[in-house]
């Protein structure tokens, strides 16, 4: 294959698709640094690419290579053809980078047009990072607002709001969790967020409730051993 694309370059050298036939070939070859080589080339060589630009910042990640990932993203972003998808990328780029600034304009930016739980927590945890606690905890209330049963958000604000000491809003958040937690997950989320306000027996208690209720599930056990 390597042969007969090599033969094709030398009719074609400037085609974008022979590059990224050729990044293919070098990744499945276990050639890592040649792939980013050739996935490079052919965004140079071609119309905007967001997904060979996606696939080069991964490997660049991979690599260790943080400053090239971002600039990649960046590139997309000048070329006009990113999505909100890769505002979130070129964001985790730049915070990679130790840009926390540009990574957090981004992130908001995301944020302010997304109702994807993730872009929310991704900007409150760049927030929380940056010390603004308060602005965090708003982009948390508004992940629990978009997915008001889901137990990674709900307790992602609960950590955040006895982070910032506000413990009696965290405990208006445990009574709004035992009102919207599936039935089946509820025992489980409550020992996990009494642990988090360190009542212990009121957590043990719950725990107890959720082995017995699943005697079998590997996370309830391990939940119920910390």
């Given at each position: ?80 053809a990113g999505s909100l998808r890769d505002d979130r990328l070129l ?74 000491g506000e413990r009696q809003q965290a405990a208006r958040e445990v ?52």
């Amino acid at each position: 294959a390597r042969r007969l694309l090599r033969e094709a370059r030398e009719e074609r050298p400037n085609w974008h698709p022979l590059s990224l036939m050729m990044a293919e070939v070098d990744l499945a070859e276990g050639n890592v640094d040649a792939a980013i080589e050739q996935f490079q080339l052919a965004i140079e060589q071609g119309p905007p690419m967001p997904g060979a630009v996606r696939r080069l910042v991964d490997l660049l990640r991979s690599r260790g290579r943080a400053d090239e990932a971002r600039d990649a993203m960046r590139g997309l972003a000048d070329r006009g053809a990113g999505s909100l998808r890769d505002d979130r990328l070129l964001s985790q780029a730049e915070a990679a980078a130790g840009n926390m600034q540009d990574a957090i304009a981004l992130a908001r930016k995301t944020a302010d047009q997304s109702e994807r739980v993730g872009d929310h927590l991704w900007l409150a945890g760049l927030l929380n990072v940056a010390g603004q606690q308060d602005e965090a905890l708003a982009s948390y209330r508004r992940a629990v607002e978009l997915e008001p049963s889901n137990q990674r958000v709900a307790l992602a604000l609960l950590r955040a709001l006895l982070t910032a000491g506000e413990r009696q809003q965290a405990a208006r958040e445990v009574q709004r969790m035992a009102s919207t937690i599936p039935a089946g997950d509820k025992a489980s989320v409550l020992g996990l967020a009494y642990q988090m306000f360190g009542d212990v027996q009121t957590a043990r208690n719950y725990f107890q409730l959720a082995v017995t209720a699943r005697p079998n599930d590997p996370v309830t056990l391990r939940d119920m051993a910390a």
